[in-house]
């Protein structure tokens, strides 16, 4: 799989492509915690804004930012397919989803990851984020862990 033609852009919540992709998570996140079932619907603010990245016309992945309560953004819902993983997609997914959050006026992005998914970890580790307490709803989540990232001011424009 080549990316040279790797294409990320907002896209509605209820698109066909983002619904396959999201129910592609569940599936893995299912996979890896058997004992706590994943609806991809759970935690979702009316607010999100999905992204949609494509290689050869063909979905490999998405992700999502949502208002958080406090004023902060928080990413959703990301997942590439895992025939296209290793080729940068994720990277770049998140410093899209980033440069939105910014540019919507957020200072700061959170999000939620857990345990069975150092991937996961290594990518948000290694693109800034810091480890942070558990935050609702995911306090008394055991495998969970999330981390933040302060996000520069007055960014607009396409990354």
Do not use: W
């Amino acid at each position: 799989m080549t990316t040279h033609d790797l294409t990320i852009a907002e896209v509605a919540a209820d698109d066909p492509r983002i619904r396959q992709l999201v129910r592609d998570l569940d599936a893995d996140l299912n996979a890896r915690y058997p004992d706590e079932p994943c609806i991809g619907g759970i935690h979702i603010h009316p607010g999100i804004r999905f992204l949609l990245a494509e290689a050869g016309g063909r979905p490999v992945g998405c992700c999502a930012v949502q208002p958080f309560p406090d004023g902060a953004a928080e990413l959703k819902r990301m997942y590439v397919a895992p025939e296209a993983r290793g080729h940068g997609i994720a990277t770049r997914l998140l410093a899209r989803a980033e440069h939105l959050a910014a540019g919507l006026g957020h200072p700061e992005i959170r999000l939620e990851t857990a345990v069975h998914q150092p991937e996961a970890i290594a990518l948000y580790t290694r693109s800034g984020y810091t480890s942070i307490p558990n935050y609702p709803p995911y306090q008394d989540k055991q495998l969970s862990r999330c981390y933040a990232k302060p996000l520069p001011a007055g960014v607009h424009g396409a990354p």
